[in-house]
């Protein structure tokens, strides 16, 4: 069954950033509720900046951003029901798997019984059962993705934001996240927006895709959106 094309449930709106030598310059994107959303474009074209500002971990100079409707373009971070997965993964070295995948729920102050039955959930699904007691350092590139994403999508985020989560991947873990990656976000629903300058990884997992050209962000591809 194909995705009905909707109202965005991500949408930027004319959106500019000044820093230094860098610049955004009048950026729109859309991506409908439910739908796995990939922006592709090269190295430093400013991917992670665009998804940063979505996260509200960088402040856009002018132009808007709206989730589910609501101006969200000045909140905080945690204001904004977003599940964030960067680029390296950013794992606290301190913490176990299973710290890590509880920590959303933690800092909510969410009874200790929800957070047992979430975490193990979330390792079942993400293959982890066997690795809750690890730490970073003991675990492979693709475990640690794998826990990144868990940790994300613990607080059960209404956006899911990945910022090139499989870069640092070989081609056999990559083609084993992307799977994953896309049975997660059909079982959950998130709305997803994925970076990534890698066009297999884009094709595979988008159903609507943008691709950075000439400094601005063109729509080329909506599967099975009407």
């Known amino acids: 069954m194909g995705l009905t094309r909707g109202d965005p449930v991500i ?6 950033l000044n820093a230094g030598d860098f610049s955004l310059r009048h950026i729109n994107l859309d991506i409908p509720e439910g739908a796995y959303g990939v922006l592709m474009g090269s190295t430093g074209c400013g991917k992670t900046t665009l998804i940063e500002c979505i996260a509200g971990l960088s402040m856009p100079s002018s132009g808007h951003i709206l989730l589910g ?7 905080s971070p945690s204001h904004r029901g977003i599940g964030y997965v960067p680029q390296d993964g950013a794992l606290f070295p301190s913490l176990t798997v299973s ?17 047992t039955e979430k975490v193990e959930a979330l390792a079942d699904t993400l293959r982890l059962s066997h690795l809750l007691h690890r730490l970073p350092d003991k675990l492979s590139g693709g475990e640690k993705q794998r826990v990144a994403l868990g ?3 613990a607080f059960d985020p209404q956006y899911l934001l990945l910022d090139e989560p499989l870069a640092a991947l070989d081609e056999q873990t990559r083609e084993e996240m992307i799977l994953l990656l896309k049975k997660v976000q059909r079982s959950t629903g998130v709305t997803a927006l994925h970076v990534t300058h890698h ?4 094709a595979r997992l988008g159903d609507i895709l943008y691709r950075w050209s000439h400094g601005s962000v063109e729509l080329t591809t909506e599967k099975g959106l009407s």
């Open 69 to 75: 409707g609501r101006e969200v373009t000045t909140i």
């Open 151 to 153: 940790r994300a999508l």
């Open 11 to 16: 949408a930027v709106r004319d959106l500019c």
């Open 99 to 115: 710290q890590q995948l509880g920590f959303a729920l933690e800092i909510r102050r969410t009874p200790r019984a929800r957070i």
């Open 199 to 202: 066009p297999l990884e884009a």
